[in-house]
């Protein structure tokens, strides 16, 4: 069934931060202001690569108004951060690699005074050559970016003997995939309000999907312990992965500390744009052979990254690359080489599907084009080469079995869109200008969720029954717009029969909330759920427990319900009265109790047994059909429809499941079509949303179906998987396949080039011909 | 409200308007662009700030009426102005129909496109109650929304429609 608002019934819920939202009340973190607050600025490098030779700052530091001004010499503690690897300076001192890099900062008492005293830093630089694509890193003679050299991370997979097997090929396709440096652009740029406490403590008011490392890492930068830094990173107006690493925060934090006073920064969307995360650029070659079945026997891949100036987790991002461009396919001769190269472009980092869409849609691309060598349906290939449930993960690690990959390859081969494919064109479509051709192409998913092998990824909550009655569920978790409270909600009223009235959501504050773990990698609705099923016992035991030492009756005799515990009705009269009454409800409960009602559980996001760092245990499963229509005298294409089955285990919040697919698939519509931060010669030569263009409302005419499979196997003790992030990497090698059914154009780059999918029109064509004779 | 320019304002650069119905004296430059007016000089933070060149419709409001990005308009060309931001819509606790919609449909997730969208959906079914899908796209194309590909408030737009009737 698709998942929509009627077929959800009562579980389609008004989301628990939607009133604020439409009314505009809810405050954002960097909506905030204090009385007598300063304003933050940082002054980042205009050049891509150069040697610092020396920073003045004296007359900055003259301007009226002025409170601070600060450079790598202020920094008490570590000057570097980064979530992985700590190689991003807070302020460069020796040397600048990027046009982001920081060098000072300045807090004021107004913008005015802030934006003098950062124009009369002066620096003098001695610009370098600028390493401005990966194959300029890695070439001889190359200036080194780090000590450590020019890569930062290389990997590799091998299995079986692929150069043997390509001899037993009867198709080889070989290609190269590029994609492009695609920005998140969450629509709050980076910010928040940093304040300095009475008792010596500081309050960081900023987003982040991990309040915690932020924690952790503003605690090296600043040179205090931890627990004099309270981070509070919730709501959040977008992040996407963006907002992961740290971005204004050390700033805010040193400059509020030096000045004694509240320092906000808000970053510009240029700031944004120069000094934020993207998604890797990659450069995918594959060579990939099939027996005449279509049998895939061997497949080589290379995959080389732009990662930018500094690590955060391109490392990991790259490891995940090299995990999906094997897929849900079994192929016994693999080999994989991957790199992760430093430049002066721009920062890379991690962003939703994090190196699984480069990945995907080369891989998918490669199985089309066996498919259309050997003229065989490509869909069908893909049951010839699918993986079975108890097959080992891509890497041959052991992983959680479910039937998924099947699922959903079922489910599209059913679906209206792949069946009109299989149809031929329909009669409205033959109606059509002759220039506008249509097409239909699929793609086949499995996407892992959590951090994998080797990183640490604790998870865990707590459930207090409050002093003032309210059950309190408290995560680590952050709120940037994915429904994570209003799935919360709903959990705590299907598990214990709470009504939403009862519970109190408690999130993004480190002062108060355990650490569950980082809100990324499609991991914190698996982690509630799970978090929520180990406390149902124990939670459910002591709030009865305590009612019944109040109430007198024995606890087996009691149950939650909504607003308080109830007497469970007589076993003749259930036909009569089933809701029983009411003994005491949560507030009474709270007040006359005197033992504190809670319980809590930590655990680790569950990983397979194998050792290969950053392996996979959970994946979700999707199918993506898309319907394009290609104008072939601009080379334009329109995506029509959309049909998504996703199987990630039962549907915790429909609203936000739909949200999380109708999403993520349009910011892939964005990627495949449209966007490109481009660069030339380590500078952005698109700095704002006039010409980095995201899908708008007209582009998104299409209907999107979402059909999510929700059955498990039997004894699955893993539940829902993650959703985040599959609806944003099956879309492009559809609309890519589609294209191809359109008019037969492969694509192998991103954002589509129109000039390649432009028909030269019969009559033009016989012009260039003359003129070139 | 927290006013860091105030004392950098001459004397006579009085703005005078109105938001959200009620009479404001502001002493503001006539360049000061009205998205700061609101934001920091009211302190009205429901209209935000993301591209500041009109891109994106995050700060968006109406000026008599008519959408207008905040970010592009200064104080001189609002003088005398009725502005209406979307804390001015919902009747006292009553949500406005196409507040309402949005709420039910789910039609935000982040949220901060959200303020600006509803004030787009609210100016253009002011001015044609039952639009086109064309009339629809036409209208809410200067608002961006990152999170939901639009799904939501197509349904949202759909439903306050049908409120409206």
Redesign the interface.
């Known amino acids: 069934m698709l998942l929509d608002?009627q077929g959800s019934g009562r579980r389609?819920r008004?989301?628990p931060?939607?009133?604020?939202?439409?009314?505009?009340?809810?405050?954002?973190l960097?909506?905030m202001?204090?009385?007598g607050?300063l304003?933050g600025l940082v002054l980042r490098s205009p050049h891509p690569h150069a040697l610092i030779l020396d920073i003045r700052t004296e007359n900055a530091k003259r301007v009226p108004g002025v409170r601070a001004v600060l450079t790598h010499e202020d920094v008490p503690g570590l000057n570097a951060f980064g979530i992985a690897r700590q190689d991003q300076p807070v302020f460069c001192f020796d040397r600048v690699r990027y046009v982001g890099d920081a060098v000072a900062a300045v807090a004021a008492?107004?913008?005015?005074a802030a934006e003098r005293a950062l124009s009369l830093i002066e620096v003098d630089y001695a610009e370098q050559p600028v390493l401005d694509s990966p194959e300029k890193a890695l070439a001889e003679g190359a200036p080194l970016l780090h000590p450590c050299g020019n890569e930062l991370h290389r990997t590799d997979y091998r299995l079986g003997d692929p150069e043997q097997w390509f001899k037993a090929c009867t198709v080889i396709v070989e290609e190269t995939y590029v994609t492009p440096r695609q920005m998140?652009?969450?629509?709050?740029?980076e910010g928040g309000l940093f304040v300095p406490e009475p008792d010596g403590r500081l309050t960081v008011y900023s987003p982040t999907q991990h309040g915690f490392m932020d924690r952790l890492q503003l605690s090296r930068v600043l040179g205090r312990p931890q627990s004099d830094i309270r981070v509070v990173s919730s709501?959040?107006?977008?992040s996407?992965g963006g907002k992961d690493e740290l971005n204004v925060q050390p700033y805010g934090a040193l400059l509020a500390l030096a000045a004694g006073k509240p320092v906000k920064i808000?970053n510009?969307?240029k700031e944004s744009v120069r000094a934020g995360l993207k998604r890797h650029p990659m450069v995918i070659s594959m060579k990939t052979g099939a027996d005449a079945e279509g049998r895939i026997l061997a497949h080589r891949v290379k995959i080389v990254a732009d990662t930018g100036p500094y690590a955060t987790l391109g490392a990991e991002v790259l490891n995940f690359a090299t995990e999906h461009v094997i897929g849900p396919y079994r192929i016994p001769n693999v080999d994989v080489d991957s790199v992760s190269v430093y430049t002066n472009n721009g920062m890379s980092g991690e962003f939703r599907g994090f190196g699984g869409n480069q990945a995907i849609f080369a891989l998918e691309g490669q199985i089309d084009r066996i498919a259309g060598r050997l003229g065989i349906d490509p869909w069908e290939l893909r049951r010839r080469n699918m993986r079975q449930p108890d097959d080992p993960g891509p890497l041959g690690q052991p992983i959680a079995p479910t039937e998924g990959a099947a699922q959903v390859w079922q489910a599209l081969a059913e679906s209206p869109l792949w069946r009109e494919r299989s149809q031929g064109v329909p009669e409205d479509d033959r109606e059509r200008e002759h220039w506008i051709k249509t097409g239909i192409g699929a793609a086949y998913i499995m996407h892992g969720a959590g951090l994998g092998v080797g990183i640490p990824d604790p998870a865990g909550g707590r459930l207090v029954l409050a002093e003032d009655g309210k059950i309190e569920a408290v995560f680590g978790y952050e709120e940037?717009?994915?429904?994570l409270i209003a799935t919360l909600e709903l959990m705590m009223m299907e598990t214990f029969g709470f009504e939403a009235e009862d519970v109190r959501i408690v999130i993004g504050d480190t002062d108060v909330v355990p650490d569950s773990g980082s809100s990324t990698a499609s991991r914190a609705t698996s982690m509630l759920w799970k978090s929520v099923q180990n406390m149902k016992g124990p939670f459910t035991e002591s709030l009865l427990s305590a009612a019944a030492d109040l109430t007198g009756n024995p606890a087996d005799q009691l149950r939650l319900g909504p607003g308080g515990v109830y007497a469970m009705p007589e076993p003749d009269a259930a036909s009569g009265n089933d809701a029983g009454s009411m003994l005491l409800s949560y507030a009474e409960l709270a007040s006359r109790t005197t033992e504190p009602i809670r319980a809590e559980t930590a655990f680790h996001f569950p990983t397979t047994s194998s050792k290969r760092i950053g392996a996979h245990f959970l994946y979700t499963y999707s199918a993506v059909a898309a319907k394009v229509e290609v104008d072939t005298l601009t080379g334009r294409v329109r995506l029509l429809d959309q049909y998504h089955a996703v199987a990630a285990g039962p549907v915790m919040n429909p609203?936000g499941y739909?949200?999380q697919i109708?999403?993520?698939?349009?910011?892939a519509?964005g990627w495949t079509l449209t966007e490109e931060a481009l660069m030339a010669g380590g500078r952005y030569l698109t700095n704002?949303?006039?010409t980095y263009l995201?899908?708008?409302?007209?582009e998104?005419?299409g209907n999107?179906a979402v059909r999510p499979i929700e059955e498990l196997p039997e004894g699955d003790a893993y539940g829902p998987r993650g959703i985040g992030e599959i609806g944003s990497v099956g879309l492009a090698p559809a609309i890519a396949a589609a294209v191809r059914d359109a008019v037969g154009v492969w694509v192998r780059k991103l954002p589509i080039d129109p000039r390649e999918l432009q028909d030269i029109p019969h009559f033009a064509r016989k012009a260039v011909l003359q003129h070139d004779r | 409200m927290?006013d860091?320019?105030t004392e950098?304002a001459p004397a006579q650069s009085r703005l005078t308007l109105r938001v959200n119905g009620a009479a404001c004296e502001i002493a503001a430059p006539p360049s000061t662009r009205l998205l700061q007016v609101i934001?920091e000089f009211i302190?009205?933070?429901?209209?935000?700030?993301?591209?500041?060149?009109g891109?994106?419709g995050?700060c968006m409001v109406l000026v008599d009426g008519e959408p207008v990005n905040a970010c592009l308009a200064m104080a001189y060309q609002v003088q005398g102005a009725e502005i209406t931001?979307?804390?001015g819509i919902?009747s006292g606790t009553e949500?406005h129909p196409v507040?309402r919609a949005?709420?039910?449909?789910?039609g935000?997730?982040?949220?901060?496109?959200?303020?600006g969208m509803?004030l787009s959906v609210k100016a253009l079914l002011d001015r044609s109650p039952d639009p086109s899908?064309e009339e629809?796209?036409?209208a809410?194309?200067g608002?961006?929304?990152?999170?939901?590909?639009?799904?939501?408030?197509?349904?949202a737009v759909r439903r306050a429609i049908e409120l409206g009737r």
Not at chain 1, 694 to 698: G, R, W
Not at chain 2, 143 to 155: D, W
Request: hydrophobic share 30%; net charge negative.
């Open positions: 608002r389609w008004i989301r931060d939607g009133p604020g939202k439409v009314t505009g009340g809810l405050a954002y960097t909506d202001a204090a009385p607050m304003i008492d107004t913008l005015e998140h652009t969450y629509m709050e740029t709501p959040i107006g977008g996407f808000h510009s969307r940037f717009g994915q429904g609203q739909l949200g109708e999403g993520g698939s349009s910011m519509l704002n949303l006039d995201i899908p708008t409302v007209a998104h005419a999107v | 927290i860091n320019r950098l934001r302190g009205l933070t429901g209209t935000k700030r993301s591209c500041e060149i891109r994106c995050a931001t979307i804390e919902a949500l507040q949005f709420l039910e449909e789910g935000f997730q982040c949220g901060y496109c959200t303020p509803v899908d629809v796209e036409e809410l194309s608002n961006l929304c990152r999170c939901t590909g639009y799904g939501g408030i197509r349904r």
